[in-house]
């Protein structure tokens, strides 16, 4: 790249001859392509906004209005120039590249839009033309449709884009900041010109289905009921499973990507969706379950249940309660024998099952972190508790 595009970056005759008080025009020139900006004294104070001559396109920054608010100790005149990064022209080149002699991509990576706003280039000059580069300035900037924007810059003797937060370039770090009660206009405080300045707009993965990219990477799982997806500025967002809906992590190397119910996180009786069956009777020395039967009728009068229903819904079919095929967790699954000759699944249950044969009880059967292998047809799923009561009885008899 050479800097020679710069005004700043020339000898003092050549930048006399461009900027000095007898040649300086002092006035403002707009077509589609470029806006020109050269402000003297008697221009500096009473001009408004500015921008290109273009009504904005989905495909183009059009509509990007700058207006100077605070140029700097010593500064007499400042050119600034506006052309649009995303622009190509008759022939296929990039539009800034011609204008400006150097190009910016469409964006500055993956996880921000392309730009929003003109390049937008902007240089300072004090008595005898001198070059002023360091030093606040300031200018409001207008990007039609942002909501919000970080701004990049490139200095006149360097090829790398920064934020203009960056202390260590700027000397001081720079802001962008809305403008208050004006959509779309934002603030905009750098410490040293001589520089092109382009602003871009986070892509906002986590209002993009919870947590999908740019490029349709999926960062978090897509239920917010499920996964909490936190915005992260330029880069991908974090997400942390729910666990105060009841979820964890399914792949833990993936945080909220994956969120499956937890039965020790979800709190049963806090949420009236949550299927809960359970016994009535005293169950003092734990509980084994090998089969499980729902009715649709109970009469109270004589304690008896009618109606047998099946976990497919057909009514008249036991429905059994077994360990799923190949599954090394804990998660089990209904069965309708009557209905289903394979092992096909109706509905998912978390329970407790044996990890060795039917009988043999001890300690180990009674969490959910042991694994069973196999589950043969006289085993059974043992309970967590080994004082399995409805309700609390006395310190060693507690309830379910």
């Known amino acids: 790249y050479d800097d020679r595009w710069f005004i700043t970056a020339l000898d003092q005759p050549l930048r006399e001859a461009i900027v000095g008080d007898a040649v300086f025009p002092q006035k403002v020139i707009v077509s589609e392509e470029r806006a020109e900006a050269m402000l003297g004294p008697s221009t500096l104070s009473t001009l408004g906004e500015f921008e290109r ?6 495909d183009t920054t059009g509509g990007t209005r700058v207006k100077l608010v605070i140029l700097g100790t010593g500064v007499e005149k400042v050119v600034v120039s506006m052309v649009d990064p995303l622009l190509t022209t008759s022939g296929g080149d990039s539009q800034v590249l011609q204008e400006l002699g150097r190009s910016f991509g469409t964006a500055p990576n993956g996880f921000f839009t392309n730009w929003m706003t003109d390049v937008i280039r902007v240089e300072r000059f004090g008595a005898d033309s001198s070059r002023i580069i360091d030093g606040l300035f300031e200018f409001e900037v207008y990007a039609p449709g942002a909501a919000s924007l ?13 934020e ?14 809305p403008k208050n009660g004006e959509p779309g206009w934002f603030v905009v405080r750098v410490y040293k010109t001589a520089a092109d300045f382009v602003g871009a707009q986070d892509f906002a993965e986590c209002s993009n289905n919870n947590g999908v990219g740019k490029d349709s990477t999926v960062y978090c799982d897509p239920s917010s009921v499920k996964s909490m997806c936190t915005e992260q500025v330029g880069s991908a967002p974090v997400c942390r499973c729910r ?8 792949d833990p190397a993936n945080p909220g990507r994956d969120c499956r119910v937890v039965p020790y996180l979800y709190s049963r009786e806090d949420k009236d969706f949550y299927f809960r069956l359970t016994h009535t009777d005293r169950v003092d020395y734990g509980l084994k379950v090998h089969e499980i039967r729902m009715y649709a009728t109970y009469d109270p009068t004589t304690g008896q249940c009618s109606d047998l229903v099946s976990m497919s819904g057909a009514q008249g079919a036991a429905a059994r309660f077994e360990r799923a095929t190949g599954d090394p967790a804990y998660i089990a699954e209904f069965y309708d024998p009557a209905v289903h000759t394979t092992n096909v699944p109706v509905a998912q249950v978390r329970a407790h099952y044996p990890s060795s044969t039917a009988g043999d009880f001890d300690g180990s059967k009674l969490f959910d972190e042991q694994s069973a292998t196999t589950f043969a047809a006289d085993q059974y799923f043992w309970s967590a508790c080994l004082n399995c009561n409805p309700e609390v009885v006395d310190a060693t008899h507690m309830g379910a």
Request: aromatic share 10%.
């Open 164 to 177: 203009i937060t960056d202390a260590a370039v700027f000397g001081t770090a720079g802001s962008v900041t």
């Open 53 to 58: 001559n273009v009504v904005p396109s989905a």
């Open 243 to 250: 666990a105060e809906n009841g979820f964890g992590d399914n």
């Open 150 to 162: 970080t701004f990049f810059a490139k200095l006149h003797d360097s090829e790398t884009l920064v």
